[in-house]
């Protein structure tokens, strides 16, 4: 399969801040690549270079077969591009919106309004569409926004937070639009900080920390990472968690997730023997350990995410966009 979107040893420097350090990425045509990371790990940066908003440093990348840097206008016409936050005029109405955009990309106005009045009923947005934005909710401002990155059809799609300040209802929505498109076709590039986003969407998962990437695979793939089971436990007011975490690493194949404030840990555990969980409590209980609650799951990606970058998933802060406007 061919790749829609490589990239070798991306290098970006802002200041003393390397907000990319010898990234590389490939992503097969028809396909998503979901990308995920801590704040600041350079997913953003990553998506400027791609999509031909900022230029790297060392490195080089191509889009749809065409170089980032010495093809960015024909890069342009192949890609469409949401970021984190709305990019819409809030002066203008949803239509006026949408046949603007269109008309930029050169599409004759009265395709736009055709395209316009399509993608303003695809994202629920057809009652709104005559009404000036700045008296949308943030919800339907979102959407908008996504919807503009689709008016010229474009073959690959990046898509920065996607979801981000969406209900529960309307993130649903979108995966569905989002599963249609690459069903079509269409190539997406996903950021997100939902990682069950990235679980139900993408084809392959990248982990991006400190500028480049630490692991990849499908998310099976990285989840057999963290290993078989994990075992969610607990602890009684009158244990100690130091004690319990003497007894358990003699049965994890990895570090424990300790909460002590709530008394909670995780332990992944080995596979080597049938019956383990029963040997486990009964070790604790001869130490003197008691045990309120006590579950084994399958490892899911937040478990994947703490484990490779020992940070929980968290909204993205403005600091890396104020780090590429400087």
């Not at 990895?254 to 555990?269: K, N, T």
Request: with cysteine; glycine share 10%; net charge negative.
């Amino acid at each position: 399969m061919a790749a829609a979107i490589e990239a070798r040893g991306l290098v970006k420097v802002y200041g003393d801040t390397r907000a990319l350090d010898g990234l590389d990425l490939d992503v097969d045509t028809g396909t998503i690549l979901g990308v995920l990371g801590p704040n600041g790990a350079g997913k953003t940066t990553a998506v400027r270079v791609l999509t031909t908003l900022t230029q790297p440093n060392e490195g080089w990348a191509r889009v749809a077969g065409y170089d980032v840097v010495a093809d960015a206008t024909e890069v342009r016409r192949h890609i469409g591009l949401t970021g984190q936050y709305a990019s819409v005029d809030e002066s203008l109405t949803g239509v006026q919106n949408l046949v603007m955009i269109g008309e930029l990309t050169r599409m004759p106005r009265r395709q736009a309004r055709t395209r316009a009045g399509e993608l303003l009923e695809q994202f629920s947005l057809t009652h709104a569409g005559g009404r000036p934005v700045k008296t949308y909710s943030g919800g339907m401002r979102r959407r908008l926004d996504l919807a503009a990155s689709l008016i010229g059809d474009p073959e690959i799609l990046f898509l920065d937070e996607p979801t981000t300040g969406l209900d529960p209802t309307s993130r649903l929505r979108m995966w569905d639009v989002i599963r249609g498109l690459v069903h079509g076709g269409t190539t997406l590039l996903l950021t997100t900080q939902y990682l069950e986003e990235a679980d139900q969407l993408a084809h392959r998962i990248v982990v991006v920390d400190a500028g480049c990437v630490i692991a990849e695979g499908t998310s099976d793939e990285l989840k057999a990472k963290v290993g078989g089971e994990l075992l969610d436990l607990t602890l009684s007011s009158d244990s100690s968690v130091a004690d319990a975490e003497r007894v358990l690493m003699r049965f994890a194949v990895g570090p424990l997730h300790v909460d002590a404030d709530s008394r909670q840990l995780a332990v992944p555990l080995r596979q080597d023997e049938t019956g383990l969980v029963t040997t486990v409590v009964g070790a604790l209980a001869a130490a003197g350990v008691r045990v309120d609650t006590l579950d084994v799951r399958r490892p899911s990606l937040d478990d994947v995410f703490m484990e490779l970058t020992g940070h929980v998933a968290e909204p993205e802060t403005a600091d890396e966009d104020e780090e590429e406007a400087a």
